[in-house]
């Protein structure tokens, strides 16, 4: 029931953000129509316009710094450059990329390591292709200076999505049996008004919230505490990336092109993101951005590039899932990610 719960989430990234947006959804770009050839011209001088191939990615949530990599390519040309025509679908409540992507109506989603995982266990054969932040944004929040350990938020609310992989892990690594688990609904006020309460966060996201509210927290990073996965992977079916490895590479090299680009041109790309979702205002975006550096572009990114997964955190993640009983049993986990589509560093 767990893994079934988590999965249902997948649609959010759970920070309770940007409302929906009043722009449409999606966004996209096509080539601009082919002059036709001078009617002197001969069938070999006259070069016929080179046919695009028309595909969708959904994303987790309405467009954030969270997901600029993705816009800055299809902003600046770079998956109509790879011979894509991209549509991208933003994510929102209720909204799951799994399911979406499974069902064929996008080629390629976004989604959490450990969602990769439990689909693969329900059925749903996801591949990750390559993992935007070395280190997942999601962290648990507290009032500045109220704890040092997170063993010490038992006998305290705690307000955290029901079935989240990270907290089953957490809880018991950390033995948070005596916790007032309450849920979280995406409104901090209860939070505010409680010193001892802790939160569910993104870390690009709330403290911006918090800091502009005046109240001074500090968070705890997932990944720092142990649970140490992937974040906004990017990822296709076993299917199409057998039938189409070429439009597969495409698409992460473009992808991994516009987070290059998106490193030292935030501003701009925070403007394109923000005609789709005007609800987030261009401060908040500047904050995550920021926030999300290090999660990009440090760790195995520094050498390898922005994108690279390992085995070992794979591996990792797996044995953690297992553990608390989400995965039934550990698969061999070259099936569940692939760096072949990355470009050379």
Request: charged share 20%; with cysteine.
């Amino acid at each position: 029931m767990a893994a079934l719960l988590a999965l249902a989430g997948c649609g959010s990234n759970g920070n309770g953000g940007a409302s929906s947006p009043s722009a449409s959804p999606e966004a996209s770009t096509s080539p601009p129509a082919s002059p036709s050839a001078s009617p002197s011209a001969s069938p070999s001088q006259a070069s016929p316009p080179a046919k695009l191939t028309k595909v969708k990615q959904v994303t987790n949530w309405f467009a954030e710094p969270e997901h600029g990599g993705q816009y800055a390519a299809l902003a600046k040309g770079f998956y109509e450059e790879a011979g894509l025509d991209m549509t991208i679908q933003s994510g929102g409540p209720g909204i799951s990329s799994t399911q979406i992507v499974a069902s064929g109506q996008a080629e390629f989603g976004m989604g959490q390591a450990d969602e990769i995982l439990l689909a693969r266990q329900n059925g749903i054969p996801l591949v990750a292709v390559a993992a935007t932040f070395q280190k997942n944004p999601q962290g648990i929040m507290f009032h500045k200076g109220k704890y040092k350990d997170l063993s010490e938020l038992n006998g305290h609310k705690v307000y955290v999505a029901s079935g989240a992989s990270y907290w089953e892990y957490l809880k018991k690594a950390y033995k948070l049996d005596k916790v007032e688990e309450l849920k979280y609904t995406g409104s901090l006020a209860n939070f505010v008004a409680d010193p001892e309460a802790a939160t569910q966060i993104y870390v690009t996201s709330e403290p911006f919230t918090m800091e502009q509210e005046g109240v001074d927290v500090d968070y705890f990073l997932n990944y720092d505490l142990g649970y140490k996965q992937y974040g906004n992977v990017l990822y296709t079916t076993e299917d199409y990336l057998k039938s189409h490895p070429d439009v597969v590479k495409a698409y992460v090299e473009a992808s991994v092109k516009g987070w290059n680009y998106y490193k030292d041109n935030v501003e701009e790309i925070n403007k394109v993101m923000q005609e789709k979702n005007p609800d987030l205002k261009l401060e908040a975006m500047a904050f995550g951005a920021k926030a999300q550096e290090p999660l990009v572009y440090g760790g195995d990114a520094e050498t390898h590039g922005v994108g690279y997964m390992s085995k070992e955190i794979w591996e990792g993640l797996q044995k953690q899932l297992v553990d608390i009983g989400l995965l039934k049993k550990a698969e061999p986990i070259e099936a569940a990610f692939t760096n072949e589509f990355l470009p050379a560093k």
